[in-house]
């Protein structure tokens, strides 16, 4: 069969760092294991545009991974004569036209909870910084400079501050979780469903069943469901206005769920005191993304960095192995963990809520 994967180049890191799996250069580590049994492994970063190696490739590929991400439209699945599989060599499937893949009965699956850790340890880690104004304080030390007034007037414990996520699966609950020893005042949460009471109450946090309602109690607010139409801007200028003015945001789950200028706006007028997270609406970004150079207005608030929350080393290790476990099950008509699948036979898999949480309790 033929198994086409789009990854990222790792240029000289990945040609130094073996473990770089998700690179071109290391090829998910699959390469010589596929060649073994048979299949054809073709591996691009090139997938823009009717001429790069994805979209023609596509036309006779039986299984892509185009989780840099390529965009698996519903022109490509129609031109995609062999398509069976597509695997997310990582979590979120949202660049493929999952309507289009169901009309086709193509499966598609990701590496559930390959890098929820990964990601929930990030979004923790940018709270703090935001809340405590760690990346000016640290320019500031660059420059040679040393004021402390300058910083601490907008630095604060998360100590006693509402913190709520936007979703409460597997990363919004592990961010909750890890927050329990900061003694927040509060940690809510909004999700379609309700988190198991033992789950809930093993922690300590509250749902809120409207999300303008959350928005308007948190100090922080996280990001961690997945982008879908319901999703797309959902925290947008009007949105933004039931938060708190001083408030953080953190959105490590998909650009797009945030409106980019609306966000910009809030930053550099002091709505929000800051935002921070690692993913885009494009990507790579464009140089002038306004989130690259966006400031509050006392000169700090901004913790975005490039895509990599969910691409640890570790991370990257668990999802080329789920990865793997993935193909191999195909290849061998075993059944896919039904954890993993997020469209198959024509429909949408079902996840239940319970599954994905007990995972974690
Ligand atoms: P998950 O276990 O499926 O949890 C997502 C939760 O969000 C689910 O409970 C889902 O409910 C809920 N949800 C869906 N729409 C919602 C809405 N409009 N409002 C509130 N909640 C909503 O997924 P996860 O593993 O936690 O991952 C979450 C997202 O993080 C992924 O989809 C991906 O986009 C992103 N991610 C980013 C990185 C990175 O490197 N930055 C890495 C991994 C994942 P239902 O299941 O009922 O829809």
């Known amino acids: 069969m033929k198994v086409l994967a789009i990854l990222y180049d790792g240029g000289k890191a990945a040609r130094e760092e073996p473990r770089l799996l998700g690179t071109t250069e290391n090829r998910l580590g699959i390469e010589q294991w596929l060649k073994d049994q048979g299949h054809e492994l073709i591996v691009s970063s090139d997938k823009e545009g009717p001429n790069s190696v994805f979209q023609k ?18 022109d490509l699945i129609a031109k995609a004569k062999n398509l069976k599989l597509c695997v997310t060599a990582g979590v979120g499937s949202d660049h493929i036209d999952l309507n289009a893949a169901n009309e086709k009965k193509i499966t598609v699956a990701e590496v559930s909870g390959s890098n929820v850790v990964s990601v929930a340890e ?96 948190c100090d922080v607010v996280t990001v961690n469901c997945p982008l879908h139409e319901g999703t ?13 003015k001083g408030a953080w945001l953190v959105n490590t789950a998909r650009g797009a769920i945030c409106n980019a200028e609306a966000v910009k706006a809030a930053v550099e007028s002091g709505h929000l005191s800051g935002y921070a997270g690692d993913v885009w609406n494009v990507q790579p970004a464009p140089k002038d993304h306004p989130w690259r150079t966006m400031k509050n207005p006392l000169g700090g608030g901004n913790g975005m960095v490039p895509h990599y929350s969910g691409t640890t080393l570790d991370a990257q290790y668990r999802y080329a192995t789920g990865t793997k476990q993935i193909l191999a099950n195909f290849f061998e ?21 319970g599954q994905r949480v007990a995972a974690k309790v």
């Open 57 to 74: 490739e596509i036309e006779t590929a039986d299984i892509t991974t185009p989780f840099h991400p390529g965009y698996l439209t519903r």
């Open 122 to 217: 990030h979004v923790v880690m940018s709270i703090l910084l935001l809340v405590r104004n760690f990346v000016p304080a640290h320019e500031m030390i660059e420059r040679g400079d040393w004021q402390v007034s300058q910083i601490a007037r907008q630095a604060f414990d998360l100590e006693g501050k509402v913190v709520g996520t936007i979703g409460a699966g597997r990363i919004g609950y592990r961010v909750l979780e890890r927050l329990k020893p900061f003694d927040c005042k509060e940690l809510l949460y909004f999700d379609y469903a309700a988190v198991p009471q033992h789950a809930a109450d093993r922690i300590g946090i509250r749902r809120v069943e409207k999300l303008e309602d959350m928005l308007a109690q």
């Open 232 to 244: 797309r801007d959902l925290i947008n200028a009007e949105s933004i206005k039931h938060m708190k």
């Open 333 to 353: 008509g075993k059944e896919q963990d039904i954890a993993n699948v997020i469209v198959t036979n024509g429909d949408y898999a079902t996840k239940a809520y």
